[in-house]
């Protein structure tokens, strides 16, 4: 009895009892390696962002993992309440990205979110141009993929930046709010 309160049954059976880290992940947003940077103007002559996709892959320091909550629907009668499953409303999430000056990760996010809105024409974007697609990948301490998420109609809502400060030399991170339809978790043998 006391072998199962302890560690030694977990010690004796590590392929059961690996602990999953915090830090073998990746989130990937693909369609976004040629962008218009945000304060560009179409036909201005400013080259375009390339090598989004790889820009914030490599940035991502945290990422969300897909939630939803479900509306709870009510029956009444009598003086009973019987409950049931209602509208799934997946929940928004933040990732937080280092600021690299060379890869210009905040020009990234800045122009993925201007094709959702763009500050100096006022006009709101067509879904078709700024809603992407996400995966969040989970990964074995070696590199092993252990399950993945597929995130659909994810674009960014909002991003928020570290404030300067002239007594601090901490890196700037940079966090932006995506939103999304719908996630779903796959295995990796999966097709």
Aim: hydrophobic share 35%.
């Amino acid at each position: 009895m006391a072998e199962n309160m302890g560690t030694y049954h977990l010690a004796n059976n590590p392929d059961l009892y690996e602990v999953q880290r915090s830090n073998t992940f990746e989130f990937v947003v693909t369609g976004i390696n040629d962008l218009l940077q945000a304060g560009a103007v179409v036909g201005d002559g400013r080259p375009l962002i390339t090598g989004g996709q790889e820009v914030l892959r490599l940035s991502v320091v945290k990422a969300p993992i897909p939630t939803f909550k479900q509306e709870v629907l009510q029956i009444k009668r009598g003086n009973n309440v019987m409950k049931m499953a209602g509208v799934p409303t997946f929940d928004s999430g933040t990732i937080v990205v280092r600021d690299f000056i060379g890869a210009d990760t905040k020009s990234v996010l800045m122009a993925w979110q201007k094709l959702s809105y763009d500050v100096k024409t006022e006009k709101v974007g067509k879904m078709s141009a700024y809603k992407k697609e996400c995966t969040l990948n989970e990964y074995t301490p070696d590199w092993e993929l252990v399950r993945y998420w597929v995130l659909k109609g994810c674009w960014v809502s909002g991003v928020n930046q570290d404030d300067f400060d002239m007594e601090s030399g901490d890196t700037k991170t940079i966090s932006a709010t995506i939103e999304y339809d719908r996630a779903e978790m796959h295995l990796p043998d999966e097709e």
